[in-house]
């Protein structure tokens, strides 16, 4: 596609519920990236993908939080039992892994947990 | 850890007024450093890259200058209008691939 797209747009869920949030790359962009942006709080990393695998799972909040990637293409970021805690936009970023490494972001998914 | 500050957190000028952004980081081994403007609601849009050989990029009424020793960069916007209104976030991608993000610094154009 043109750019980076994420799916839903919005989520209202209630706690304790588990999530899914999608994010297709930009087609033939190796690496992939999950952000948090937290009301009142600056962008945080989640995770890292090359390829279909996560060299970097180390801004992951906790165990209640994973991703996986199929095809080197789309992602999903599950939030499993969600807590009110978790509301926040969540970014996907996408990049080439050689040259500029520029990352493309996507228009973020809100979650709001009730 | 790499730490990202922007200075000012909000900053309101008046239409035509050119201005300048300020990012600072604490971790001088970086690959490149990005800068992104965010409206409120949306994503983030990238509007300049500074690869870590570069000491500026510029695009349109845009300069960024990167000062990789001291950790510094700046955002210098030339006459203003009040589309620039956004939120303009630096952030910095070092050995780790992940982006280290400033939180922003929120500019109000006057018409």
């Known amino acids: 596609g043109a750019g980076v797209s994420q799916s839903p747009s919005n989520k209202v869920t209630e706690k304790g519920k588990d999530v899914e949030l999608r994010c297709d790359p930009i087609s033939g962009h190796t690496a992939l990236y999950w952000y948090r942006q937290s009301l009142g709080q600056g962008l945080e990393f989640l995770i890292y993908?090359?390829?279909?695998?996560?060299?970097?799972k180390s801004g992951l909040p906790s165990d209640r939080f994973s991703a996986e990637r199929t095809g080197g293409s789309v992602s999903t970021l599950t939030i499993q039992r969600t807590q009110q805690e978790d509301s926040a936009v969540y970014l996907c970023?996408?990049?080439?892994?050689?040259?500029?490494?520029?990352?493309?972001f996507g228009p973020g998914t809100r979650l709001t947990v009730l | 850890k790499q730490e990202v500050t922007q200075i000012p957190a909000a900053l309101s000028v008046p239409e035509g007024e050119n201005l300048v952004l300020n990012c600072s980081f604490t971790?001088?081994?970086?690959?490149?450093l990005q800068w992104f403007r965010q409206d409120p609601g949306k994503g983030l849009t990238s509007l300049l890259l500074i690869q870590s050989s570069q000491r500026e990029q510029t695009s349109g009424r845009l300069n960024a200058s990167l000062d990789k020793s001291s950790g510094r960069s700046t955002l210098y916007i030339a006459a203003s209008q009040p589309g620039d209104s956004a939120t303009y976030l630096c952030a910095v991608q070092g050995g780790a691939n992940n982006l280290f993000f400033g939180t922003g610094t929120r500019l109000t154009v006057i018409p």
């Open positions: 971790d001088s081994a970086i690959y490149n």
């Open positions: 993908f090359q390829g279909n695998s996560a060299p970097d």
């Open positions: 970023a996408s990049s080439a892994t050689s040259g500029l490494r520029e990352q493309f």
